[in-house]
């Protein structure tokens, strides 16, 4: 699927964690930089033993990059500080590493107010301490007025791969379950409520939190635990579609399983958005063994930040959709892979 | 020195790597992510053991980041890509490391032109060969027309930083000798020359180059370097004003000592600019054993890209003036710590 030509120009979808994300990565960028870690496209690079310098003595690095475009740059729950730190935290977490370092790298535009800066450099201190991550270096450029939104966050990680662990959708079988820690799309609906154009008088709150606590948990439950991802752009549908093909099978879901609050529903309706694919910062999908999913289950709901966790799906042999919902009312449909992103800047 | 209030708002010099960015890192960050290795403010991080989750059996990890707005992006000599992969690995380099691997993350205006990415993420790629690292994760955000301008990039990266390599501007001593790998100030010139509201007929090239070689080369001779850093903003006057600085002394410089191209020489004139000011992204400066300054400076000379390498000055007993400039008609000038950047966006 070649998405990409020489006389197209970048859309805002291209951003979006969709199909179109991934073809301008296959065409255009893995064309030009591939190696077998790169070419894994995961949530973090988890790396071959240091080529001459020796190596990790236990367990392998895991390295990990996100840049933060988050508008408004505060909204309820959080703000870009504590997202750039959670994202990464998380994006290392999904790999199955310990988050240990971050990078801390500002975009600033001219004239932003340093009582801002001041508040954002809170929440990247107090969600790294939350996290038990430290920053290690940064990097601050200034570009004039009008060449940049307010600003911009760049963090990269490094984190442990601890011996034994070992994630990868290729280990995804029939009969896995599929988890998610809590309720889905909050993070999402907590940007477009904080975005001046929509009025809205339900109170939704961005479910931004560092996960790495919580994986930490249920993998210390041996082998059971294939696969983990949290659900950022293009949420749960991009996330299981992107699983299901990579694995070569079926995933199908149970819409009364999958939490959701009721102030979500009620907004999605109204704007006629699908939860399925709104963004969360502070899930993680996992898909299990299906004997130790009840086990698993339970680790996630006694970590502080699974309590709602729910066992939302099966993996199935595989059918022509790669992902199918069973809806509350006993029907069924696809859930496809998000094309851009339902609104752009959401992270 | 406090050079931030609640009050005030960001200025283009508090990201142009003078003593008003130095300001901000140390008012605003580091009281708020003080840590050990986060305070010494290096190129990159030097990591000690990862805790827990095993050691590097070794050396010891470097890490670092680095976001580029270069303004244009293209110029004679490179582009932002081939700049991101260089002066991140250069700043691996300056801590003494091995670079090994990369992170690659954009911000793109909506509605760049993907021709235009493409030769960018070819740069990347060649590069990245030319400097031995792999680029292994990644990012893309797209955002709206107006809210970037073309396109950012985060590099981040890691290296390893052998054993028995030591470099810190505490080592620097009275006797040192201070030597600079090629003629300065040529990225900085490029990229002026390459703006649109200057029109110059001299041609210069953009010394953008990695520069990892060059440093395993002159660390291979003992432990006779001290200090290592590329002079990028703030150029040559920044980087010696905060060793002589941080190691308590005095630097003098000999104008005729200094490599310094003709253009770009009468180009400064012609501006009034300071080449001792202007930027380089493919220059190193090391402080050095007075005795063992020969030699390394010999090592240089057979690197590839150290062949106009010469020794430009010596380190004194502590005078008022950190860094002082011996001109080539014998007078005698203080050189000051940038206070912003002489132009911003210049890499």
């Given at each position: 699927m070649s998405i990409v030509h020489k006389d197209e120009r970048i859309l805002l979808a291209h951003g979006?964690?969709?199909?179109l994300m991934r073809g301008l990565i296959e065409d255009l960028i893995l064309k030009r930089l591939n190696n077998p870690v790169l070419a894994r496209l995961e949530d973090s690079a988890v790396l071959p033993p240091l080529p001459g310098g020796g190596e990790v003595t236990s367990g392998r690095l895991a390295f990990t990059t996100d840049s933060y475009v988050v508008k408004p740059l505060f909204f309820k729950g959080g703000d870009i500080g504590?997202?750039?730190v959670c994202g990464t935290v998380n994006d290392l977490a999904a790999s199955g590493a310990r988050p240990l370092w971050l990078t801390l790298s500002f975009i600033i535009e001219e004239g932003f107010p340093i009582d801002?800066?001041?508040?954002i450099v809170d929440?990247?201190?107090?969600a790294s301490g939350q996290a038990e991550v430290k920053v290690v270096a940064g990097d601050i450029k200034v570009v004039e007025r009008g060449a940049a939104d307010g600003l911009y966050i760049n963090t990269s990680g490094i984190g442990v791969v601890a011996e034994g662990v070992n994630l990868s959708p290729s280990l995804i079988k029939e009969g896995d379950k599929v988890l998610v820690s809590g309720p889905i799309g909050e993070h999402g609906m907590a940007v477009i409520a904080a975005r001046?154009?929509?009025e809205l008088d339900i109170d939704v709150e961005s479910d931004v939190a560092p996960l790495g606590g919580l994986v930490?948990?249920?993998l210390d439950n041996?082998?059971?635990v294939h696969f983990l991802r949290d659900p950022t752009r293009g949420g749960l549908a991009a996330v299981l579609n992107e699983a299901a093909s990579?694995?070569?099978?079926?995933?199908?879901?149970?819409?009364d399983k999958i939490p959701l609050k009721s102030g979500v529903k009620a907004i999605s309706e109204m704007l006629g958005l699908d939860p399925l694919s709104l963004a969360c910062e502070g899930r993680m999908v996992a898909i299990v063994e299906g004997k130790g999913a009840g086990k698993i289950l339970k680790q996630m709901r006694q970590s502080p930040l699974g309590k709602e966790a729910s066992i939302i799906g099966e993996v199935l042999s595989p059918l022509v959709a790669r992902v199918i919902l069973e809806t509350k009312v006993g029907g069924r449909r696809t859930v496809d892979m998000p094309y851009g992103e339902e609104l752009p800047r959401i992270c």
């Open positions: 979006g964690g969709g199909s504590k997202l750039a801002q800066l001041e508040r929440a990247v201190s107090e001046d154009q929509v930490r948990d249920i041996g082998q059971a990579a694995a070569g099978l079926t995933i199908r879901l149970f819409e």
